[in-house]
């Protein structure tokens, strides 16, 4: 979570997506590039957002807000695969 911080901080005054740090999470090795942890790296942020210690995202223009799993995991037309 210190990374995640540290790569949204240095994008200040600018925001940046989950999508945004996820990509550089794993292009760092920090996080494999899976889904799962997409998943996981969200659901943890969010809890850090609510407690008020992490800064707030913005929400990828494909992603519903609240949507943890990113547009590649979804089926056509945005909903979930089976």
Do not use: C, N, W
């Amino acid at each position: 979570m210190d990374r995640a911080r540290e790569i949204v901080d240095g994008y200040a005054p600018l925001k940046v997506t989950l999508r945004q740090v996820m990509h550089r999470l794993a292009a760092e090795g920090v996080l494999p590039h899976k889904p799962s942890m997409y998943r996981r790296l969200s659901s943890q942020l969010v809890q850090a957002r609510r407690e008020g210690r992490f800064p707030d995202l913005i929400h990828h223009p494909l992603t519903p807000p609240g949507d943890a799993a990113p547009p590649a995991d979804r089926g056509i037309g945005g909903g979930a695969r089976t």
